[in-house]
């Protein structure tokens, strides 16, 4: 919203000029029957950064996590996820319609106990649907952006390995999850079977995600991708902004992790007995717990700045490409003038 310093989401960016002027040129064909050239060049690129032997562009990341869940996980089998995964709590079946069997364990800090993995696996044995898979989002949104550790995703994955159980990380925000961490996509993705990845969140493109993985996974995921009605034809005008985003937004996001940052101290600064850390901001969220949410967000709107409610007493602020230096000044005067 113009005016509005808006934190909305790392989702409402608007699209550059570069991406722009790579959309009006994009080569482009029939990227149903594999012919669209951007959209290929696309999928080879994210293949790669991920360390994959495939990837599909698909319309969302709701719709690449769903159609990871229709290839890895049938009706009725079992999925072990953190309780507040975006998975969960925002997708349950999601457009796949297939109602698989939540196993939640949990995820405060944003990371799943392996020891709490194996035994929830033990203890579903012998239920009706085996369990399949393992689900695990990086970085963490409802824990504020928690990161996983490289080391933290091996020991998941060598419990899976064990449990003959394959591993689908929603990655939406996988992009900052590398610059924080200081590791390569594909040393942060090699752990998990399937990865889907967001280039609407973080990297500023106008829509579009991407599922990777093994070659017949993907492969099958094309087709439930066209059931679903995912299928788009002369998507390189949508592809070539993707391409944009992967060269020139990635690095620039450790900006957006500094003005978080700030806006976290902000926070800590005015409410001192929330019990909120700063320092474990890690990325470009800010999610803390505040006793009157909704009358801060009004605060915060008659003020020019733009916040989310998350749950009843949940509050959370989203840095990305279109608030800089000067929206996080105002956010921060904001913030320091609102009701206690």
């Known amino acids: ?78 999925v072990i996820v953190g309780a507040r995964q975006h998975i969960v709590r925002v997708e349950d079946t999601g457009p796949s319609g297939a109602r698989v069997r939540w196993l939640s364990v ?26 399949t898979m393992i689900a695990v989002e990086n970085t963490h949104a409802a824990a504020g952006g928690r990161v996983w550790q490289v080391s933290d995703l091996h020991l998941l994955a060598d419990v899976a390995a064990h449990l003959g159980l394959a591993v689908h990380m929603d990655g939406a925000r996988l992009w900052n999850a590398s610059v924080a961490s200081g590791e390569d996509e594909a040393d942060l993705t090699a752990a998990a079977t399937t990865v889907a990845c967001c280039l ?28 679903l009605g995912g299928t788009m034809r002369q998507a390189g005008v949508l592809a070539a902004a993707g391409i944009i985003a992967l060269h020139q937004m990635r690095e620039r996001l450790v900006e957006d992790h500094e003005r978080a940052a700030r806006l976290a101290l902000a926070v800590a600064e ?49 840095t990305h490409l279109d608030v800089d230096d000067d929206g996080v000044e105002r956010a921060c005067r904001a913030l320091a003038d609102s009701p206690r």
């Open 200 to 227: 609407s969140k973080g990297l500023a493109a106008p829509v579009g995600s991407l599922l990777a993985g093994p070659a017949d996974v993907v492969e099958a995921a094309r087709d439930i991708r066209r059931r």
């Open 1 to 78: 919203m113009h005016g509005f310093v808006d934190l909305r989401s790392d989702t409402v960016t608007r699209p550059t000029d570069a991406m722009r002027r790579a959309m009006a040129d994009a080569d482009v064909g029939d990227a149903g029957r594999g012919e669209d050239p951007t959209v290929n060049a696309l999928e080879a690129e994210v293949a790669e950064l991920l360390g994959k032997a495939d990837a599909l562009f698909m319309p969302s990341g709701t719709m690449s996590n769903q159609v990871a869940l229709r290839v890895l996980a049938r009706p009725g089998e079992g």
């Open 270 to 318: 005015r409410w001192p007995d929330l019990g909120f850390d700063p320092l474990a901001v890690q990325t470009n969220i800010v999610a803390f717990a505040h006793a009157r949410p909704g009358e801060l967000i009004a605060f915060l709107e008659a003020n020019g700045v733009l916040a989310t409610m998350t749950g009843p007493a949940g509050v959370r602020l989203v």
């Open 106 to 131: 949990d995820d405060t800090n944003g990371v799943l106990d392996p020891r709490e993995v194996e035994r929830t696996a033990l203890q579903a044995q012998g239920a009706p649907g085996p369990t």
